[in-house]
């Protein structure tokens, strides 16, 4: 692999950034990556664990003369990032983000950059459910899906570019609309994770199951639900504000998925119940195969999501 960007910002060090560190130094892909965070304490632990070449305590010294701009900070923060970095920005930087909702970050972002800049926003389809600078690992993108949202900018050797490192990065890259992008994380991220926090919050809720047997049969299915609510909560506050249109529409739908799969079961309606499992299997055999998830049948997908 080659060298792709001179120098690279990461705004936010947290665990997609540290990650993008970890990946970008495996591949060699930017001479020099300059780190910024807002927390003194953040700041001090990248020092210690060598995440990035350079950590600057100012937000604008850390973008100044860089090739490429991260916006690694959670989705409701952006277009305040933005607006403190513009006018520190190199003409012909590219600006891009890893934000997990597109149409509300363009939004906030898009009004703050200079035209001199190329604004290419992403979106890694990788995570796990622990954050902060320590969580990070270099082989958190490798076989996923980056979206990159081309449509900001005229410039297609800036979208190349930024293609190429997610490539060298691991990562699979497509090009999508940010409307169409919302609308698919809605149906395959988002409500997900509202699900399995209203699961958990429910069994929390149940005082007839103890605590302890909760914790002990989890691995019959709540185990995963429990991984998946223990992820961050402003991260995922920001992704339920900042997409409302999508996740209400599809949690419409869900509620009347599950009320007729209530309905089946006060019935006694076997058929239904049976050959609804049967498309959903279907639809996990197509994530198998597709490489996006291991059969093994501890649920053994260790750190991605
Ligand atoms: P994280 O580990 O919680 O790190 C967030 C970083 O943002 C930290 O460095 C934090 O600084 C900084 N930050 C938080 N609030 C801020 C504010 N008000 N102003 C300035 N900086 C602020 O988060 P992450 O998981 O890396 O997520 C970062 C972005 O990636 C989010 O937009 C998220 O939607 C997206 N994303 C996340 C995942 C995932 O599964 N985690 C997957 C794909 C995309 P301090 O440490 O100094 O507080």
Known sequence: MSQVYDRVALIGLGLIASSMFWAIKRGGL????????RSQETRDTARRI???DR?????QAAVKDADLVVLCVPVGVMGA?????APALKA???????GSVKKNVIEAVAPHLPNSVHFVPGHPLAGTEHSGPESGFAE???NRWCLLIT???ADRSAADDLARLWRGMGSNVEEMEADHHDLVLAVTSHTPHLIAYTMVGVADDLRRVSESEVIKYSASGFRDFTRIAASDPTMWRDVFLSNKEATLEILGR???ELFALQRAIRQGDGDHLHDYFTRTRAIRRGIVEAGQDTDAPDFGRGKAL
């Open 50 to 52: 060598g995440l990035c």
């Open 254 to 256: 869900f509620t009347e």
């Open 140 to 142: 958190l993108f490798d």
């Open 30 to 37: 930017a001479g020099e990556v300059v780190g910024y965070a």
């Open 92 to 98: 012909g930087a590219t600006v891009t983000d890893v």
């Open 81 to 85: 990032v933005a607006e403190q970095i």
């Open 151 to 153: 449509d900001q900018t």
């Open 55 to 59: 950590v600057e305590d100012d937000i």
